[in-house]
């Protein structure tokens, strides 16, 4: 008998099918039924996938909703970039600078102008690819829509922009051509932007700054940064009358002049004034004063040679051993030295910019310990605490110091001799650079020397989160760091609330018609063996056992449901053609108001199949129960 | 055992029980045997248990006890302890019998509505995994008068027809053994005469034994070899027995 199993289960499915084809009105009829579950259920599903999903990507996978964005503009570092970048969840990661260095003037065909912002960008942009638009290379740019409206190009014209800055009173520019690579649609923005790589946009912020773009061609300052003062004391042999005095100052820049004592003057400079001299002080409250004041003071006073003594306020350089110290600044050619009764300074006369960059890190050691204590600073200067200080001085090593600034600079002072007065005393160019210092970075260039201003540096980023669910996480940590950050976190959340929402109330609404379906199978198929029961009872009775027999309304079960997926399927298809015709013109091409994935194809026909299978094992074990005997007779 | 003395069928001291709590019905069989060729004949009045006896025969319906039980097939050796299957509830063994072994002819054709009348003759066939050939049972369909409706569902058949029909089906696998229903009980006497007639020569040619259940014992009488009768007992209000007896003539009594 084990022969005729493989028999069997090809004889029992003959069976069931034979008695569907017989009974063709009432399968037609379950079918329907089910059919009537099925496809409104794939089209619900369909329409699911199709408007959730379509929403979902148009709003949920904007990038605009995984970005973070800074709310204030502050400084971060290389490092910090390199840090945040490898964040997990960060996906995208570029420096921006200061928003007024990153304005362009785009230069229209028929040579009008208009203002635009330059955003920078790099490998990998989420914004620009996953809006279908390339990353631009070098000289290359990529428009928002209403950028290339105003700009009047289009993808593969060539985009004249031009940059202008204002350096010494005269207005420069320069302009440069891009290769438009791309434009985004209206839906990435209304803004009118050029994103570009950001090597660009830096030497755009560079030129803007006064500095030459080498690179590009673009003519400009080295980054040498410019000595600044408190103030000038002004020394002359002879007084000046109060109408001389208040005129010397028209148009140079000083808003004040005013006689000092020579105490006074020796509490600014650091210095001893001659008794013979008279002094003035010469400022502008809250602004720094520069060689151009210096010079245009300098002009008007021509004739009553005048001696101009700038002086820094309140500078403080910290040992090698933490403490901090005092120096006095001064930088006089030999005859000037004469005047103020000194000996000349190894490093001569005032100049804004050295050829030889170690004279700006000279100093001259004062050897009188006494005359340390009388400076009243003394104690503070860091060397007098140390025994060696004597030879030290002379050492070819020089001191080490730092000063606190807006970034701390170190460098190393050469000592040059003995100072001539009770302070060290260092060319006062050195001291203006470390008044800049103070306000702009400053960097100290050990290799050669010299001292250079940094570029205003980041002062802000774009930063895209991988996924949605990153980017809570990402704003907190960012929150954490005390950063300032602003992320669409309500609109995230409310649409990932209106997405479960959504996938609740569908699972709810299948819940509800697979429960329908499987109800329905489960009556009819009973109803179905209950009606067999005289010839399933005859199949028994012709050899069958209860198993065989138990596997008939089983197999019914999966023919109907089978049938009722294919004209479900079918119903669905044609359905969900007519729904995406209808509703085209608020599609984009590739987009589908009902669509049924294809990864959701199987599991749907296994999920219908089992519950058939389920459906169907009541009615199995209900035909297990049938007794031959009792059914071969007609009562 | 040898050939041609153990019986085919064999049943010693079988009990079959069944009813409620409130009224019972007890089959005693002391003693039973079918030998191969033989047409027994099971006769009684209604309710006398001949079907139950028959059921129980046809392996369909289990034994409440049984001392001895057994089928014994030509060149089938010590054959099978049927009471012993009983016992064990070896369902797929007893189901393997009856598709082997026996046909059984139910009292009304017992036909499967949803095939045709040629599906319903095969069907036994494919259950036991045999093949029969189109053209044998065609000859098989002309012999009964059937031939005619070999395609036709069995709804669209006659009452007399069908049950030809169910005869055909009953031997189309080779059985050995042959258990028929009343198969005449809603025929005219002419027409029951010659199904009756039909279903012995058929049996006789393919050497079937027969056990045929009848309250109308001339209409075969002159086919039959051995026939029991039943004794009912009222044991009380709600108990009645009965007990199946040989006749010792059976064509005898008929006459």
């Known amino acids: 008998m084990k022969t005729h199993r493989s028999g069997h289960a090809?004889?029992?499915?003959?069976?069931?099918?034979?008695?569907?084809?017989?009974?063709?009105?009432?399968?037609?009829?379950?079918?329907?039924?089910?059919?009537?579950?099925?496809?409104?259920?794939?089209?619900?599903?369909?329409?699911?996938?199709?408007?959730?999903?379509?929403?979902?990507?148009?709003?949920?996978?904007?990038?605009?909703?995984?970005?973070?964005r800074p709310t204030q503009t502050q400084p971060y570092s290389e490092d910090w970039f390199a840090q945040v970048a490898a964040w997990p969840g960060v996906a995208f990661l570029t420096p921006t600078i200061l928003p007024l260095s990153s304005v362009v003037q785009v230069v229209r065909a028929d040579e009008t102008t208009s203002l635009f912002d330059l955003i920078p960008t790099a490998a990998g942009d989420p914004f620009l690819l996953e809006n279908g638009a390339p990353v631009p290379g070098e000289n290359e740019v990529v428009l928002t829509a209403e950028a290339a409206r105003l700009s009047g190009v289009a993808v593969g014209d060539r985009l004249g922009v031009r940059v202008s800055r204002t350096r010494g009173g005269r207005s420069e520019n320069v302009q440069a051509e891009l290769k438009v690579v791309g434009v985004l649609p209206i839906g990435a923005g209304t803004l009118t932007r050029i994103y570009a790589p950001l090597a660009f946009v830096l030497d755009v912020e560079s030129y803007k700054e006064g500095y030459a773009a080498a690179r590009r061609g673009w003519p400009g300052d080295t980054p040498d940064p410019y000595p600044s003062f408190d103030g000038v004391v002004l020394l002359l042999d002879e007084p000046l009358s109060p109408i001389v005095r208040t005129g010397a100052i028209i148009q140079t820049g000083f808003a004040r002049i005013g006689e000092i004592t020579r105490d006074q003057a020796e509490a600014l400079l650091g210095l001893?004034?001659?008794?013979?001299?008279?002094?003035?002080?010469?400022?502008?409250?809250?602004?720094?004063?520069?060689?151009?004041?210096?010079?245009?003071?300098?002009?008007?006073?021509?004739?009553?040679?005048?001696?101009?003594?700038?002086?820094?306020?309140?500078?403080?350089?910290?040992?090698?051993?933490?403490?901090?110290?005092?120096?006095?600044?001064?930088?006089?050619?030999?005859?000037?030295?004469?005047?103020?009764?000194?000996?000349?300074?190894?490093?001569?006369?005032?100049?804004?910019?050295?050829?030889?960059?170690?004279?700006?890190?000279?100093?001259?050691?004062?050897?009188?310990?006494?005359?340390?204590?009388?400076?009243?600073?003394?104690?503070?200067?860091?060397?007098?605490?140390?025994?060696?200080?004597?030879?030290?001085?002379?050492?070819?090593?020089?001191?080490?110091?730092?000063?606190?600034?807006?970034?701390?600079?170190?460098?190393?002072?050469?000592?040059?001799?003995?100072?001539?007065?009770?302070?060290?005393?260092?060319?006062?160019?050195?001291?203006?650079?470390?008044?800049?210092?103070?306000?702009?970075?400053?960097?100290?260039?050990?290799?050669?020397?010299?001292?250079?201003?940094?570029?205003?540096?980041?002062?802000?980023?774009?930063?895209?989160?991988?996924?949605?669910?990153?980017?809570?996480?990402?704003?907190?940590?960012?929150?954490?760091?005390?950063?300032?950050?602003?992320?669409?976190?309500?609109?995230?959340?409310?649409?990932?609330?209106?997405?479960?929402?959504?996938?609740?109330?569908?699972?709810?609404?299948?819940?509800?018609?697979?429960?329908?379906?499987?109800?329905?199978?489960?009556?009819?198929?009973?109803?179905?063996?209950?009606?067999?029961?005289?010839?399933?009872?005859?199949?028994?009775?012709?050899?069958?056992?209860?198993?065989?027999?138990?596997?008939?309304?089983?197999?019914?079960?999966?023919?109907?449901?089978?049938?009722?997926?294919?004209?479900?399927?079918?119903?669905?298809?044609?359905l969900a053609t007519v729904i995406n015709r209808s509703f085209a013109n608020e599609l984009a091409p590739d987009e589908r108001f009902c669509a049924l994935p294809a990864s959701l194809i199987a599991p749907i026909v296994l999920t219908t199949l089992l519950l058939a299978c389920l459906a169907a094992l009541v009615a199995a074990w209900r035909s297990t129960n049938i007794d031959p005997s009792e059914v071969v007779r007609a009562d | 055992m040898r050939d041609g003395q153990a019986p085919m069928v064999r049943m010693e001291s079988i009990v079959k029980r069944r009813g409620q709590a409130d009224s019972g019905f007890e089959l005693r069989v002391p003693e039973l045997r079918v030998d191969t060729g033989e047409v027994v004949a099971l006769i009684g009045e209604s309710g006398c248990g001949k079907s139950t006896l028959l059921d129980l025969i046809a392996l369909i319906l289990a034994p409440t006890s049984a001392v001895q039980f057994r089928l014994h097939l030509a060149g089938e050796g010590a054959g099978q302890d049927l009471a012993a299957l009983w016992a064990r509830g070896d369902e797929g063994a007893l189901a393997a019998l009856r598709r082997e072994a026996l046909g059984y002819i139910p009292q009304t054709g017992g036909l499967l509505s949803f095939l045709s009348v040629r599906e319903n003759i095969r069907l036994p066939c494919r259950i036991k995994g045999v093949s029969l050939a189109d053209r044998e049972l065609e000859t098989l369909a002309k012999r009964l008068g059937v031939a005619e409706c070999l395609d036709r569902k069995p709804h669209a058949l006659s009452i007399g027809q069908r049950q030809r029909v169910a005869i055909l089906r009953a031997i189309a696998h080779g059985p050995r053994l042959l258990l028929a229903d009343e198969p005449t009980a809603a025929l005219d006497k002419p027409r029951a005469r010659a199904v009756l007639a039909d279903m012995n020569a058929l049996a006789c040619q393919q050497h079937l034994a027969v056990v045929v259940v009848t309250h109308d014992l001339d209409l075969l009488a002159e086919h039959v070899d051995r026939a029991y009768t039943f004794d009912l007992e009222r044991l009380s209000e709600s108990e009645t027995r009965s007990t199946c007896r040989a006749l010792d003539d059976a064509k005898r009594v008929i006459a």
């Open chain 1, 10 to 68: 090809r004889l029992v499915p003959a069976l069931a099918a034979a008695h569907l084809r017989h009974d063709w009105i009432l399968t037609l009829c379950l079918v329907i039924a089910l059919t009537a579950v099925i496809a409104p259920l794939l089209v619900l599903l369909g329409l699911k996938h199709g408007t959730i999903e379509t929403l979902r990507e148009r709003l949920v996978e904007d990038p605009v909703y995984r970005e973070l």
């Open chain 1, 272 to 574: 001893p004034i001659p008794q013979r001299l008279h002094a003035y002080d010469l400022s502008t409250p809250n602004t720094p004063i520069t060689q151009s004041n210096i010079r245009a003071i300098q002009t008007k006073l021509r004739g009553r040679e005048p001696l101009l003594l700038p002086y820094v306020r309140d500078l403080e350089l910290i040992g090698a051993d933490g403490r901090p110290w005092r120096p006095a600044g001064l930088s006089v050619d030999a005859a000037q030295a004469a005047r103020l009764d000194l000996p000349p300074v190894p490093w001569g006369g005032f100049q804004a910019r050295r050829e030889r960059a170690e004279e700006l890190t000279s100093v001259l050691w004062p050897t009188d310990a006494e005359a340390n204590a009388d400076s009243g600073v003394g104690s503070d200067m860091g060397l007098d605490s140390n025994p060696d200080a004597d030879t030290r001085q002379g050492a070819d090593d020089g001191i080490v110091v730092t000063s606190p600034g807006r970034t701390e600079l170190s460098f190393v002072l050469r000592s040059l001799g003995p100072s001539p007065v009770s302070e060290p005393l260092a060319p006062i160019e050195l001291l203006g650079i470390l008044r800049t210092a103070q306000d702009r970075a400053v960097a100290y260039v050990a290799s050669s020397g010299r001292f250079e201003m940094q570029r205003a540096g980041y002062r802000g980023f774009r930063l895209y989160a991988a996924s949605l669910d990153d980017v809570p996480r990402l704003y907190r940590r960012l929150r954490e760091q005390g950063l300032e950050v602003d992320a669409a976190i309500e609109a995230i959340e409310r649409i990932q609330a209106l997405d479960g929402g959504a996938t609740r109330l569908f699972w709810l609404i299948a819940l509800l018609g697979l429960c329908g379906g499987t109800a329905v199978l489960v009556a009819s198929l009973y109803a179905a063996v209950d009606r067999l029961r005289a010839e399933l009872g005859i199949i028994r009775l012709l050899g069958l056992s209860r198993a065989h027999v138990a596997f008939f309304p089983i197999v019914e079960g999966l023919m109907i449901a089978a049938l009722s997926l294919a004209v479900s399927f079918g119903a669905y298809g044609a």
